[in-house]
């Protein structure tokens, strides 16, 4: 059963700092193209990064510089480092796989974690 599952969120003052993972089960993420993707209370659903398979990373302009995603492929785990917290940053994280990054960062994906939280007071 594929599943991705998030943790590392919550609450954390402005300027601050939290690394979300995503645990990966019933498939390789080494064989997909991961990323991280967010929504807010009346945003739009936003890429924040993508990993690919080759190890090359891509961030969306709002995070770069403060924002670092990797993987380590012996536990299967995505992570999303994330510095220099804005309260503009709040929103659902989740999780995603795909086969191709262009299918992720238009919004598809195979697989998606449940979410989690990060709330960033001012």
């Given amino acids: ?5 998030e943790s590392g969120g919550g609450s954390v003052q402005s300027g601050g700092s939290l690394r979300l993972s995503c645990a990966a089960s019933g498939f390789s993420a080494s ?35 403060r924002f670092t995603i990797s993987q380590d492929n ?8 994330m510095n220099s917290l804005k309260p503009e940053d709040a ?20 697989a998606r974690g449940q979410g989690i939280q990060v709330t960033v007071s001012s």
């Fill in 1 to 5: 059963q594929v599943q991705l599952v």
């Fill in 91 to 110: 929103a659902m994280y989740y999780c995603a796989a795909d086969y191709v990054c262009a299918i992720l960062v238009r919004g598809g994906f195979r």
């Fill in 74 to 81: 012996a536990k299967n785990t995505l992570y999303l480092q």
């Fill in 31 to 65: 064989n997909y193209c991961m990323g991280w993707f967010r929504q807010a209370p009346g945003k739009e659903r936003e890429v924040v990064a993508t990993y690919r398979t080759d190890g090359n990373t891509a961030y969306a302009d709002s995070v770069k510089g």
